[in-house]
């Protein structure tokens, strides 16, 4: 069993990284999870993972000089394959092997979070939700968090990639955000998985190079993470048939 | 809402209003930006969006489209970009009269918050703003001036226009199929 989801925003900032590791590790109390960084342009999930000094990374096999698996860490119960963050790793990589990569990775595990760039500009940043079976959304509530969360969504079921769910990330302690998140969902192919409040936790684990559930494991974003985690009904891939699958990845042909 | 025509400052095609909202707090502008999306497949393409600024603070939002004002005006200025942005200088002394429109207004803080989607820039307009700005928001908006839910409305007012978002996600659906082909996938 396998399923592929690609953790989504069309805006930076909305706290996509510290999300799916969170929601990797909520999921990885039932599930093998691999968390890959596929935002191979402005990685930072080694920086939430406590990965920072990681010698081989995902740039290395997509520059084809390293197997994918000397690039995959195991940290905090979680299979995380993280990027490099230098221009020339950037450069030298070719993205059309996350195919491949998301190929291999999908025979030993249960469920792969692609962490996306946050762009619709470019192929490489569009191809995360290519590969992927579905999309979780994150947004903020605000105008263009929710506007390019929408168009996000518009590629990604163009491309024959269906919503998973929303997550609404960041929410300050004063903001009601129940008509917010119920108006949102009108327009939304998925619910909303959870509504995680701003949190000075999520902060601070960053600075430690911890995800957030091993840091403040008991605070509220936390809580509410574990929640949308608990809300994602994983669908049963075919395992068998994983390898193709991916490699196979395209826009459909009725386009 | 009437203005006088005042000085025109800048006249520019932007791609998010939030870089308009910093240029104008940075440099602590009064007078009024007019926004013009470039997008015509929108519905309210057609419109312009002005908004009127204290040293750099937005004090008023009004739809020339919709001929709405305060936060739901906000939201239909809400289009993807870019936009033609025009900024116009004037004295205090100008603005005095159309700024007692207070059903035009909008919090200080709502535009980049809520338009702009940058709550660090929306932090330092607030801290821009006079104290009676803060104090006075509250007035026929919400309970509480300067909070979450006030800014809110804008949000929901994008949200209830279905026709737009529809617009946003055909435009969406036609520019996917589009790359697809140029991409090559």
């Known amino acids: 069993m396998v399923e592929v989801f690609a953790v989504a925003s069309g805006k930076g900032g909305t706290g996509k990284t510290t999300s799916t590791v969170a929601l990797g590790m909520a999921l990885s109390d039932r599930y093998d999870v691999t ?57 030298d990589a070719d993205p059309d092997r996350l195919r491949d990569v998301v190929a291999a990775l999908a025979e030993d595990t249960d469920i792969i979070l692609l962490d996306s760039p946050p762009a619709l500009d470019s192929r490489t940043a569009v191809l995360p939700i290519v590969l992927a079976d579905r999309i979780v959304v994150v947004l903020q509530p605000t105008i263009p968090a929710i506007s390019d969360g929408l168009k ?67 605070c509220e974003a936390a809580t509410a993470y574990r929640a949308a985690a608990e809300s994602l009904t994983v669908r049963d891939g075919a395992a068998a048939d994983a390898a193709d699958r991916f490699q196979s990845a395209v826009i459909p042909e009725s386009l | 809402m009437k203005l006088p025509r005042g000085r025109l400052d800048k006249s520019r095609v932007v ?78 002394a100008d603005l005095e009269s159309a700024h007692e429109a207070a059903d035009l207004r909008v919090s200080p803080g709502m535009p980049a918050e809520r338009l702009g989607g940058d709550p660090a820039l929306a932090d330092s307009t607030r801290r821009a703003a006079p104290d009676e700005r803060l104090s006075a928001m509250g007035d026929g908006d919400a309970e509480a001036p300067e909070d ?16 737009k978002i529809e617009a946003i996600k055909q435009q969406a659906r036609s520019e996917a199929r589009e790359r697809a082909q140029e991409w090559d996938f």
């Open chain 2, 148 to 163: 979450g839910t006030a800014d809110q409305s804008a949000v929901e007012a994008f949200l209830d226009d279905a026709e």
């Open chain 1, 35 to 91: 968390v890959v960084d596929a935002d191979t342009g402005m990685a930072n999930l080694l920086f939430h993972a406590g990965l920072s000094d990681a010698e081989t990374t995902l740039h290395d096999v997509l520059a084809d000089e390293a197997p994918v698996e000397a690039a995959t860490y195991d940290r905090f119960g979680l299979t995380v394959v993280p990027c490099g963050t230098s221009l020339d790793g950037f450069r």
């Open chain 1, 152 to 218: 996000v969504q518009e590629y990604a079921t163009t491309y024959d990639t269906d919503v998973a769910g929303l997550l609404f990330n960041k929410i300050r302690e004063s903001e009601s955000i129940e008509q917010v998140s119920e108006k949102t969902e009108r327009y939304f192919d998925g619910p909303t998985l959870a509504a995680v409040p701003e949190s000075e936790r999520a902060r601070e684990a960053r600075r430690a190079g911890r995800p957030l559930l091993a840091h403040a494991p008991e």
């Open chain 2, 15 to 92: 791609t998010d209003p939030r870089d308009t909202l910093a240029d104008v707090l940075d440099r602590e502008l009064t007078g009024y930006a007019v926004f013009e999306s470039q997008e015509t497949l929108l519905l309210d393409g057609e419109g312009r969006g002005v908004m009127t600024f204290s040293d750099g603070v937005p004090v008023l939002v009004y739809h020339t489209g919709t001929d709405r004002g305060g936060p739901p005006a906000l939201a239909d200025l809400a289009v993807p970009g870019p936009y033609h942005v025009s900024l116009y200088t004037l004295d205090a």
